[in-house]
């Protein structure tokens, strides 16, 4: 070859190459955080419409139990007014008499069942006046972001409207400022969020649509016992559940990702199913849902998803069949949770804060369906 052909060939690489310097696509910069993909979410549709029963008005009355308080008086005698309560056993004691059982049953038939005793003691014609002063056996739970958070009596028939009234509705940045209660009063509630619980079931209603569009449909009657939440519309938590050694709310921050969460619980448990771990965001009557494949993310060979505050973040312990099931095991996992926590923290009256969400021995807490999570 020729020092002049040399020359031509040396000069094309030469311009090759400086091309290739000039070429503007994406460079790999060790110092800049690769930002982790959004959670690819579905929606689930949960179809549980509120059966008409819950609308309608019990027909049951009032029965006596442990607390509850009676005025008793003989007509005939006033000096023998006295206010005596049911006790722990159930029985109640008045004049002469020996305990009375009385757990269970009416005003009218307690009444009935002292005339008759009294009949042993006193000869004459027994007449009763039996006034309920107090009701400490039936209650309505009311916790949360309520102006007044509490346990409240059930003396007749209270719907979810009468008993949010009571608590004094959600509380805002105006009210609340003075109750020693251990909520913060700045925070708003999230209805969308927010639940109502009988016998450790989320009941189907949408205290959003009830208390902010109106919709009546949603007013159900309670019962003893029902639990109302009222969520948090500024917390920054993501709740951590199901297969992971310390099942509990983790703080969140700017770019936690699903790994970061479940690292705040602890890890994962030797039996946790890590290919169909969930992401659930969004309201709890029209969840949406993303399923993720852990394992792959762990072992490097899948992008990290990130995660937002409100999110549920669920280690299922086998894998799903119908994606539905799988939702709502999460959702009363979440709010048998939620439950537990606040009630204990309302007896105790132990300032709020990020302790946790704590899953006792013996609650009734069920992370699985019968025969793993359809």
């Known amino acids: 070859m020729t020092r002049y052909a040399l020359a031509l060939v040396l000069g094309s690489m030469a311009a090759m190459l400086m091309a290739g310097c000039q070429h503007t696509g994406p460079q790999f910069n060790p110092r800049v955080k690769q930002q982790p993909p959004p959670a690819a979410l579905q929606s689930v549709a949960l179809t549980n419409p509120i059966p008409s029963s819950l609308l309608t008005p019990p027909t049951n009355f009032f029965t006596l139990g442990p607390g509850d308080r009676l005025e008793i008086e003989l007509l005939d005698d006033p000096t023998s007014r006295a206010l005596t309560a049911v006790g722990p056993d159930g029985k109640l004691y008045f004049h002469l008499l020996p305990g009375l059982d009385v757990w269970g049953l009416t005003l009218a038939e307690t009444k009935a069942l002292i005339e008759r005793e009294l009949h042993n003691y006193i000869k004459d014609n027994v007449q009763l006046s039996v006034v309920l002063r107090g009701v400490e056996s039936k209650r309505v739970w009311l916790l949360g972001r309520f102006s007044a958070p509490g346990v409240y009596s059930m003396t007749n ?4 409207l009468e008993a949010v009234a009571l608590a ?9 400022r003075d109750l020693n209660t251990g909520y913060n009063p700045e925070d708003l509630a999230d209805l969308r969020r927010s639940f109502v619980m009988r016998q450790g079931k989320v009941l189907p209603i949408n205290l959003h649509r009830l208390l902010r569009e109106g919709d009546l449909s949603q007013n159900v009657f309670l019962q003893p016992d029902d639990f109302i939440y009222f969520a948090s519309a500024t917390a920054r938590e993501v709740y951590v559940l199901g297969a992971v050694q310390a099942p509990k709310t983790v703080i969140y921050h700017e770019n936690l990702t699903i790994v970061g969460a479940i690292s705040g619980a602890l890890g994962t448990i030797k039996d946790a199913y890590l290919s169909h771990v969930a ?19 762990v072992q490097g060979r899948a992008p ?39 009630g204990a923290r309302a007896v105790v009256r132990s300032p709020a804060g990020p302790t946790g969400i704590f899953i006792p021995i013996g609650s009734g807490i069920t992370v699985t369906t019968p025969g793993g999570v359809r």
Do not use: C, H, W
């Open 157 to 160: 028939t209270m719907t979810v």
């Open 168 to 176: 004094g509705g959600a509380a805002n940045i105006a009210t609340g």
């Open 279 to 297: 992401v659930v965001r969004g309201s709890l009557s029209d969840p949406r849902i993303a399923i993720v494949d852990y394992k792959e993310i």
């Open 304 to 342: 990290d998803v990130m995660v937002q505050p409100g999110d549920i973040v669920y280690v299922p312990y086998s894998p799903y069949r119908y994606l539905a099931k799988y939702a709502d095991v999460i959702l009363q996992t979440f709010v048998s949770s939620v439950a537990i926590n606040e």
